[in-house]
């Protein structure tokens, strides 16, 4: 196992750090309704995926 022989400044540790960042989700509109959807997945509002209806939504009455 590597063991250092002498520390590492701050400034070092968090120039590796740089690139850990949180990365937003990339959302996109239904095509269908117009709501706020994860990419690949299906459009929890209305049911629809890539312009196809895959879940049976049940309407409020």
């Not at 740089?18 to 239904?30: G, S």
């Not at 990419?39 to 995926?49: A, R, S």
């Amino acid at each position: 196992m590597a063991h250092p022989k002498h520390r590492h400044s701050t400034t070092r540790g968090r120039k590796r750090r740089t690139h850990y960042k949180a990365v937003a989700p990339t959302v996109a509109t239904c095509s269908n309704c117009g709501a706020p959807v994860l990419y690949h997945h299906v459009c929890p509002e209305c049911g629809f995926y890539r312009g196809k209806l895959a879940i049976e939504k049940e309407v409020a009455a």
